[in-house]
């Protein structure tokens, strides 16, 4: 398969710190790929280390079949947006999504013609046809984010890197813009990286998601295998809410502080964690293997109810989504099973 970017042991060292540790990851052409990780993990240090905006200590970087690891920002053709928009606040918005074109070298920049239709497009494109004059300062969050967009597009970038796109804004604004941000990757096509902390935008956006920690890649998939099939316990305890739980196997059986359970394809033995989340946990009234859990809490979160369960003394709590005709009141003890059993060693 051809690849649009390509990192083969990718470095970048801060002192005697790897903020991106041998690192390897291919990004297919066309993809919206997903980089997300906690503070710290290396997701935008990787994003600069592909714009150009970092050099890396070793390994190297390829655009197709072309290493770029030593060309400049200007020669990988990247498009960037940042967080923070970086607007120029004494351009209109026309002139900002223009500034890349008109700073081109004389050979290669656009007619005077050319920018503007390009320009009047692009402000179409991003639904903000008609406010070419307006100024950064006379428009919303959401639509100065729109105007970055605009701008990191008007030079028909080889790439396009999006840094926390919408982690400035509020959150009716990112959900909308989420799905805007999805159907303006669909119809122009362009490989795409953007980072984020934010699991939910991470897993809805993405064609794939690439888990960082530390500096290194845990697992890349689509979102339905980052959340089904967790290559390892990072990403099991970091994706979906989960909470890690100390059990024991031997055999098919789990040992959960009092409670034996069957697990039929466990693929370890000895110490182990098991990692539970929400949907995880059924309600099992009159089963056999029901676990008797102690109702710590109880919340409601839209059309959903969340309960707080103790399934043993010395655990920490654990969340399931009730039905709403389930009446129980904190300190009832509610039957509950494991509909989805998540296992790895202990380290």
């Known amino acids: 398969m051809a690849l649009a970017i390509r990192a083969e042991g990718l470095t970048m060292s801060i ?5 991106v540790a041998d690192l390897d990851l291919d990004v297919r052409p066309g ?11 290396g997701k935008t240090t990787l994003l600069r280390l592909v714009a150009g905006l970092e050099v890396p200590t070793a390994g190297r970087l390829l655009f197709g079949e072309e290493d770029a690891t030593s060309l400049s920002v200007r020669e990988r053709r990247v498009g960037f947006v940042f967080q923070n928009y970086a607007l120029f606040k004494h351009l209109t918005v026309a002139e900002n999504v223009a500034y890349g074109l008109r700073v081109k070298s004389r050979r290669l ?12 497009d692009l402000l179409e494109l991003v639904q903000l046809g008609g406010l070419g004059k307006r100024y950064p300062a006379q428009l919303s969050g959401g ?5 970055a967009l605009a701008r990191a597009l008007a030079v028909e970038p080889r790439v396009l890197l999006l840094d926390e796109p919408l982690g400035a804004l509020d959150a009716q604004v990112r ?7 999805r159907e303006i990757h669909d119809r122009t096509g362009h490989t795409t990286l953007f980072v984020t902390h934010d699991q939910e935008e991470a897993l809805e956006l993405a064609d794939r998601v690439a ?11 689509t979102p339905d295998e980052i959340l089904d099939r967790p290559a390892t316990a ?10 890690r739980l100390p059990v024991d196997v031997a055999g098919p059986w789990i040992r959960l502080g009092p409670h034996r359970l069957r697990a039929a394809a466990a693929t370890v033995s000895g110490p182990a964690e098991l990692f539970v989340r929400p949907r995880d946990l059924v309600v099992a009234e009159g089963a056999s293997d029901a676990i008797a859990a102690r109702v ?23 969340e399931i989504e009730l039905p709403l005709d389930c009446a129980v009141a904190r300190g009832d003890v509610l039957a509950v099973k494991l509909a989805t059993i998540r296992l790895f060693a202990s380290r």
């Open 15 to 19: 002192g005697r710190t790897a903020a």
């Open 211 to 221: 888990i960082l920690n530390q500096g290194r890649i845990e697992q890349v998939g």
């Open 109 to 120: 920049r656009p007619s005077k013609a050319e920018i503007r239709r390009r320009v009047d």
């Open 234 to 243: 990072f990403v099991a305890g970091f994706v979906g809410g989960a909470v």
């Open 175 to 181: 959900r909308d813009l989420r799905r805007w941000l």
């Open 31 to 41: 993809e919206l790929l997903a980089l997300l990780g906690r503070s710290g993990s």
């Open 143 to 147: 639509e100065r984010q729109r105007v």
């Open 296 to 318: 710590a809490a109880l919340r409601r979160s839209g059309p959903a109810r969340h309960a707080e369960l103790v399934l043993a003394e010395g655990l920490p709590t654990v």
